[in-house]
């Protein structure tokens, strides 16, 4: 692979600060990806599912302290507080190095050192952007396989030398007292250590493709939503595009991967939960989905809420799937949201993360993202709302159309693990948000999960 001078000298520098064993560049091939996941199944990383009803699924178990997205330990870090926006914890920037420059160091000796090029959006897109990130977690590396494009193909959409967003993660210790994920927006930076769960780890999503996404949007003059975006087509062949922006646990995914009902209607899934907008030369919004596959959560996810995703998981051809599972603290005795079978026994999980790629278009789940490779979609509406039932409708009165989109912008969904800070069950956030507001979690949750006064 062509990489870029640059590119190689960041990595060299990381080494340096990280001392692994070795580094090895990844190339994004099948033949990379079957070796990571033969290697896991060895060593006990992976578990295979039962290969007859979930064929090429693994099941991947993170630390019983590592079970979801802690935002409360999520940094922006800019040289003016007020760059940080007004829903972000912030940490100046020199503080955060110093800190988490201290878990860094050294924290992958004896470890493979994995330097994944991946691209955002699809080849040849303009709209598509670099990131280039090391990590010690061969899981990290075979997801960002399922959720990016990596290797050659990235490395050829750099528009120069220093055209992309550099990522460090690291395992470390996976103790919760040394785990921080930082951004650092002035130097197209992230840096995440001592977790290895989805959103903290696969550093192209949250972190890039929305946190520092939405810094490169604002410079370059567009969006990077906490959306999904669907096309519904009639009858006669016309598909319309929509964008809806809901917060995380309000029904993205669900809502994506919707089957119609109508005769001779269809939705076609584009993204379900991130979308890059631009204007084009006509004034009509155009958006692409930046991931490649799906990854996400799946409480409130079953063959009722969502057929789509358990035929998805299940799907044979293309890029194998993995499944990550976590068990939330004290949720044993509540009967189970999901079960993945494998090696002849169930294994129930309450939270789980479900990953698998985008590539078949022939089940119930119509996938547009083939067809719109390099071709964004044009946006005709965008949904601002939230689900949360049943204390709340999904719609408010908007008095006369002057302040519902304000009312559904700041909608409060139901609260999930990402955030422990929560008031009655409900998360108090706003669409996006990456705060954890101050206040006291409700007594019915589990003590593990609630956060000191």
Request: aromatic share 6%.
């Amino acid at each position: 692979m062509a990489v870029s001078s640059v590119a190689e000298r960041w990595v060299e520098e990381t080494a340096g600060l990280t001392k692994p064993a070795r580094v090895e560049w990844c190339d994004g091939s099948k033949a990379e990806y079957d070796r990571l996941v033969e290697t896991m199944l060895q060593d006990g990383t992976l578990l295979p599912l039962n290969q007859s009803t979930y064929p090429g699924c693994y099941l991947h178990r993170s630390h019983p302290s590592d079970v979801a997205r802690t935002e409360q330990l999520t940094f922006i870090c800019t040289t003016h507080k007020d760059d940080t926006g007004p829903t972000n914890n912030w940490m100046v920037p020199a503080d955060a190095k110093a800190k988490v420059g201290g878990y860094l160091r050294g924290a992958m000796r004896e470890r493979t050192m994995y330097a994944i090029p991946y691209l955002m959006g699809p080849a040849g897109s303009t709209m598509s952007r670099v990131g280039i990130m090391v990590t010690d977690s061969a899981y990290v590396v075979a997801s960002m396989h399922i959720m990016t494009r990596v290797g050659q193909v990235a490395l050829a959409a750099m528009r120069r030398d220093d055209d992309f967003i550099a990522g460090v993660h690291s395992l470390g210790d996976l103790s919760p007292d040394r785990r921080l994920i930082l951004h650092f927006p002035e130097e197209k930076l992230i840096w995440s250590v001592g977790s290895g769960y989805g959103g903290n780890a696969l550093l192209g999503k949250k972190c890039h493709a929305l946190r520092l996404g939405s810094w490169q949007a604002r410079q370059e003059g567009w969006l990077a939503e906490h959306m999904l975006i669907i096309g519904v087509e009639d009858p006669q062949g016309e598909i319309t595009y929509l964008a809806a922006a809901m917060p995380s646990a309000s029904g993205k995914t669900n809502l994506a991967m919707a089957v119609s009902s109508l005769p001779g209607w269809r939705v076609w899934t584009v993204g379900d939960d991130i979308a890059w907008i631009h204007v084009d030369a006509a004034g009509q919004l155009r958006a692409i989905n930046p991931e490649k596959g799906f990854f996400g959560v799946a409480p409130n996810t079953s063959p009722k809420t969502n057929p789509n995703a358990g035929t998805h998981a299940r799907a044979a051809r293309g890029p194998r799937r993995l499944a990550g599972a976590a068990l939330e603290a004290g949720h044993a005795g509540r009967p189970p949201e999901l079960a993945l079978h494998g090696a002849g026994a169930a294994v129930s999980v309450h939270r789980a993360e479900l990953g698998g790629a985008a590539g078949r278009a022939d089940l119930r789940l119509h996938l547009r993202f083939a067809p719109l490779e390099g071709h964004p979609a044009r946006v005709r509406g965008v949904r601002l709302g939230a689900r949360r039932l049943p204390r709340l409708g999904d719609e408010h009165g908007d008095d006369g159309g002057h302040h519902g989109p304000g009312r559904r912008g700041a909608a409060r969904s139901d609260g999930h693990a990402a955030v422990l800070r929560l008031q009655h069950g409900r998360l108090l956030r706003p669409l996006a948000r990456h705060r954890a507001p101050r206040v006291e979690g409700p007594a019915h949750l589990p003590r593990e999960l609630v956060p000191p006064r």
